[in-house]
């Protein structure tokens, strides 16, 4: 039986998407939430608690729990760590469970959690995510955390990269133009991914803010073989290694 693929290409889309029925929803937030957040199980983490809101991340930071938490790409004064995989290479969250709270991407995975499993994707693991999706022999939604609900390109640029992947092994068919559009993007600019991701507006946006995206680490893809699935409130790896 052929599944249905879709890419969303915001949250603001995701509840336009053609798939009514349970589904598993792949976010994507390469600057930087998912980027980071495979870094933290890299280095790690034991579990991952996504929150939209920053005051249940302050509270549960002050019951004990270590705390990643950005607003508008700068790390919030009562936050232990800020949204960058740089954040994340220090032994001291080893076996720990990591708080997270940023503008765009824990939004996007806490509000797809109605609508069945949600996992996490970006360059790094892309290739572990499609192998693993292919086991799943479920429907899946990509969707793109954007920007405040706006598109990005750096996410539909990864989109389109797992898109292909999912389409190339016959399995999955698509509805609309969004996953043909994101592949044909991805297509585009495969042999030239960290100059597209330097002239994105986002990477632009951090840099003005002193920030640094990491261009060379981001776009390294297949680098990991992390799967992160949230389900129950929490993310967990569940491909880590026995």
């Given at each position: 039986m052929v599944r249905t693929l879709e890419v969303s290409f915001s949250p603001a889309l995701y509840p336009?998407?053609?798939?009514?029925?349970e589904h598993i929803t792949v976010v994507i937030d390469i600057l930087r939430f998912t980027t980071s957040l495979i870094?933290?199980?890299?280095?790690?983490?034991?579990?991952?608690?996504?929150?939209a809101s920053l005051s249940e991340a302050e509270n549960?930071?002050?019951?004990?729990y270590p705390v990643a938490a950005e607003r508008d790409g700068l790390r919030l004064p009562f936050a232990d760590y800020g949204n960058s995989a740089a954040d994340f290479r220090t032994p001291g969250i080893k076996g720990k469970i990591l708080v997270y709270s940023t503008t765009n991407g824990t939004g996007a995975m806490t509000m797809a959690a109605g609508n069945g499993p949600v996992t996490a994707a970006a360059f790094a693991?892309?290739?572990?995510?499609?192998?693993?999706?292919?086991?799943?022999?479920?429907?899946v939604v990509i969707l793109c955390s954007g920007w405040k609900n706006l598109f990005s390109a750096e996410d539909t640029l990864c989109a389109?990269?797992?898109?292909?992947?999912?389409?190339?092994?016959?399995?999955?068919?698509?509805?609309g133009d969004e996953a043909l559009f994101a592949i044909e993007y991805w297509n585009r600019h495969?042999?030239?991914?960290?100059?597209?991701l330097t002239g994105?507006?986002?990477?632009?946006?951090?840099?003005s803010l002193g920030v640094d995206p990491l261009p060379d680490y981001t776009v390294k893809t297949g680098i990991s073989d992390v799967i992160p699935l949230y389900t129950g409130g929490i993310i967990k790896n569940i491909n880590e290694p026995k």
């Open positions: 336009h998407r053609n798939q009514s029925g870094a933290a199980f890299e280095n790690g983490v034991s579990a991952v608690i996504p929150v549960l930071g002050k019951q004990g693991n892309l290739p572990a995510i499609s192998d693993w999706l292919g086991s799943c022999e479920e429907n389109g990269a797992l898109a292909e992947m999912l389409l190339h092994s016959g399995a999955w068919a698509t509805p495969r042999y030239n991914l960290k100059e597209a994105s507006s986002h990477y632009q946006r951090l840099l």
